[in-house]
Nanobody
Framework: QAQLVESGGGLVQPGGSLRLSCAGS????????IGWFRQAPGKEREGVSC????????YYADSVKGRFTASRDNAKNTMYLQMNSLKPEDTAVYYC???????????????????WGQGTQVTVSS
């Protein structure tokens, strides 16, 4: 059974950094693109980034470009999201999910993703 589990969230001050992890089991992350999404209270879930080791495509939402970077550790079958220069508006529950499509095709379109993790809370506050 395919599964994704997020971790690494927490409370951080504005301008700080966090690294989220998305651990895969039951399948190889090499075979799929992995996307990161976030959902703030009262808002819809939005796409943040996508990274595909299979075809080298990536996607970043305009709101996080230059601040967030996705990467992966093949040996651990884990995807990471390094988040720098965090802002209060980055506060949300962050989720990862997989898609069989290139990141440049689906970007942050929720419908293209499957096997969502349970999420990890990120709070940016002083």
């Amino acid at each position: 059974q395919a599964q994704l589990v997020e971790s690494g969230g927490g409370l951080v001050q504005p301008g700080g950094s966090l690294r989220l992890s998305c651990a895969g089991s039951g399948f190889s992350l090499d075979e799929f693109a992995i996307g990161w999404f976030r959902q703030a209270p009262g808002k819809e879930r939005e796409g943040v980034s996508c990274f595909s080791n299979r075809d080298g495509t990536t996607y970043y939402a305009d709101s996080v470009k230059g601040r967030f970077t996705a990467s992966r550790d093949n040996a651990k079958n884990t995807m990471y999201l390094q988040m720098n220069s965090l802002k209060p508006e980055d506060t949300a529950v962050y989720y990862c999910a997989r898609t069989p499509f290139p990141c440049t095709v689906v970007g942050g379109q929720r419908k293209a993703y499957e096997y969502w993790g349970q999420g990890t809370q990120v709070t940016v506050s002083s």
